[in-house]
């Protein structure tokens, strides 16, 4: 984005360039000596110079025109590259907001696991009383491994939102 605002600015110049005045100078000099048997030589000095001053009146109306378009080209892409800067911190601040979204459901999966665990010992302890049925035992087994998937599908969602927000993040 940096490199279009540079080469629109330098296009801006460009078309300056070519509305202003050109002047050119120039110098030279010439000596000749012909040396005809010593007594008679010719001897000839020649020096001159020259200035050309060029003026583009022909095309000032559409040269004008020419620099307003270049400079709203360079406008174009100074708005451009706010607008692209805009959402690129937009979008940055969405990553870290799921981001940090994904690490509160890990915290909560974690707590969910160690509740289940809890669970799991008490239904053991009643179920070894003789207080609770099996089935109550095998339920709060079940509720420690949906406690463990949940917390796999969570620090996987965790990962893949780090990863995405690094792909942004670290290379800007």
């Given at each position: 984005?940096?490199?279009?605002?540079?080469?629109?600015?330098?296009?801006?110049?460009?078309?300056?360039?070519?509305?202003?005045?050109?002047?050119?100078?120039?110098?030279?000099?010439?000596?000749?000596?012909?040396?005809?048997?010593?007594?008679?030589?010719?001897?000839?000095?020649?020096?001159?110079?020259?200035?050309?001053?060029?003026i583009p009146i022909?095309?000032?109306?559409?040269?004008?025109?020419?620099?307003?378009?270049?400079?709203?080209?360079?406008?174009?892409?100074?708005?451009?590259?706010?607008?692209?800067?805009?959402?690129?911190?937009?979008?940055?601040?969405?990553?870290?907001?799921?981001?940090?979204?994904?690490?509160?459901?890990?915290?909560?999966?974690?707590?969910?696991?160690?509740?289940?665990e809890a669970n799991?010992?008490?239904?053991?302890?009643?179920?070894?009383?003789?207080?609770?049925?099996?089935?109550?035992?095998?339920?709060?087994?079940?509720?420690?491994?949906?406690?463990?998937?949940?917390?796999t599908e969570a620090?996987?969602?965790?990962?893949?939102?780090?990863?995405?927000?690094?792909?942004?993040?670290?290379?800007?």
């Open positions: 984005m940096e490199k279009s605002i540079d080469i629109a600015k330098m296009q801006v110049n460009m078309e300056i360039g070519k509305n202003l005045p050109t002047i050119a100078v120039g110098a030279g000099y010439q000596y000749m000596n012909f040396d005809l048997h010593k007594d008679n030589g010719m001897k000839n000095d020649l020096g001159m110079a020259f200035a050309t001053v060029s022909t095309d000032w109306w559409s040269g004008s025109h020419s620099i307003k378009r270049k400079k709203i080209e360079l406008q174009q892409a100074e708005n451009t590259k706010k607008e692209n800067s805009d959402l690129l911190l937009q979008q940055m601040q969405n990553l870290q907001n799921v981001l940090n979204e994904a690490y509160q459901q890990i915290l909560l999966s974690q707590k969910s696991i160690v509740s289940a799991l010992e008490i239904s053991q302890d009643n179920y070894n009383a003789g207080i609770t049925t099996m089935s109550d035992l095998l339920e709060a087994q079940n509720l420690l491994q949906q406690s463990h998937d949940q917390y620090m996987t969602e965790y990962l893949l939102k780090l990863s995405e927000y690094k792909q942004v993040t670290i290379d800007r």
